[in-house]
C-alpha cells in the first residue's frame, strides 16, 4: 500500500469474490480531499460492491482501503461511519412518518445511540445546523412535511442532507438522481458542487448528462490500469458511456470507469 498520505482515499488492489466469481478486481483509485469522482459501469459491474467494500458491508477477498490513513478493512461498519465515510444506498431510506427537521434532527451523531438520545435536546446548534443542511438541499421550505409527502426527488435530497448532518468527511453516492425529472437532476448537480468544498464524494451514476455536469477530473481508469489521457474528455463523456452501458461481452464484468 503507497505511503502517499496526500490522499483521504487510497483503495489499491481491491479484490472479491463471491462463490469464486469475481465481481471486483484488482481496483485501484485514489481520492483526494475536496475532489468528486464518478464511478460509471453497466449493471453488475461492480459499482455497488466497492462501496460495500469501503462502508464495511462487504469484505474485500484481497487488498487494502486506507481512508486518512487508516486501514479500513475489518473495521464495523460503525467505526467506518465514525471515521467520517458516510454512504447512501441505491434507493432512498428516510423515515417516511418524520418530517424532513426531524429526519435531519435525528441524523445529527449526538442523537444517534440509545444515550445520546436520551440526553439529546433540541439546541440551538442543532437547529443551525438543519437550517444550513436544509437550505442546501433545497428543503428550507419543507422542514415540517412528513418525508411520505416528498417527491422522489426530495426523498433523495434529503438522504444526502441525513449524511451532510454527520459532516462526513467521505460522501459516497450511488446513483443519487435515479428516478429524478431533468430539473431535480440539475439541481442535483448543482447541490453537489455546492457540497464538494470541504470533503469528498464517490458517486456513482448512470446519467452521462449528469456526470459531464459534475465537476470530476481525468485522467481516469478502469479496472485498475490506466487509460489513454482524455481524447474521450474532449469528445464528451458518452462516447464512453455508450462503450460501458452497451452490456455486451467486450467488458468483462468488473469493468467500470472512474473520472
Ligand atoms: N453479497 C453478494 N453475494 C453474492 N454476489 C454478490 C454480492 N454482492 C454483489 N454480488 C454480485 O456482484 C456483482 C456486482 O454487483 P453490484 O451490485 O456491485 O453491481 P453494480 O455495478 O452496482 O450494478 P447496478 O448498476 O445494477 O447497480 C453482481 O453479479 C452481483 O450479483
Ligand atoms: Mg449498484
Request: glycine content about 8%; some cysteine; charged content about 20%.
Amino acid at each position: 500500500m503507497s505511503s502517499d498520505t496526500s490522499f483521504l482515499l487510497g483503495i489499491e488492489d481491491l479484490t472479491v469474490s463471491f462463490d469464486g466469481f469475481k465481481a471486483v478486481d484488482s481496483l485501484n483509485l485514489y481520492v483526494e480531499s475536496n475532489e468528486l469522482r464518478v464511478i460509471i459501469g453497466p449493471n453488475g459491474a461492480g459499482k455497488t460492491t466497492v462501496l460495500d467494500m469501503i462502508c464495511g458491508k462487504t469484505q474485500p477477498t484481497e487488498g487494502s482501503v486506507k481512508f486518512l490513513n487508516r486501514e479500513l478493512v475489518g473495521m464495523s461498519e460503525h467505526a467506518i461511519v465514525r471515521a467520517g465515510v458516510g454512504r447512501k444506498f441505491q434507493t432512498p431510506s428516510i423515515y417516511e412518518n418524520l418530517t424532513v427537521l426531524e429526519n435531519l434532527e435525528v441524523s445529527f451523531p449526538k442523537g444517534r445511540s440509545v444515550l445520546g438520545c436520551i440526553a439529546f435536546t433540541r439546541s440551538s446548534e442543532v437547529m443551525k445546523r438543519i437550517q444550513k443542511v436544509a437550505e442546501e438541499i433545497f428543503l428550507a421550505d419543507h422542514l415540517e412535511t412528513e418525508g411520505a409527502h416528498l417527491s422522489h426527488g426530495q426523498k433523495q435530497w434529503l438522504e444526502i442532507g441525513m449524511l451532510l448532518m454527520q459532516e462526513p468527511k467521505l460522501l459516497m453516492l450511488d446513483e443519487p438522481v435515479a428516478g429524478m425529472s431533468p430539473a431535480e437532476r440539475e439541481l442535483t448537480a448543482q447541490l453537489l458542487k455546492r457540497i464538494t468544498p470541504g470533503r469528498s464524494i464517490i458517486i456513482i451514476e448512470h446519467d452521462m448528462e449528469f456526470v459531464s455536469a459534475s465537476p470530476t477530473r481525468s485522467p481516469c481508469s478502469t479496472s485498475g490500469k490506466s487509460l489513454p489521457k482524455a481524447p474521450w474528455m474532449r469528445s464528451g463523456i458518452t462516447q464512453r458511456s455508450s462503450r460501458f452501458t452497451s452490456g455486451t461481452d467486450a467488458f468483462h464484468r468488473s469493468n467500470f470507469a472512474l473520472c
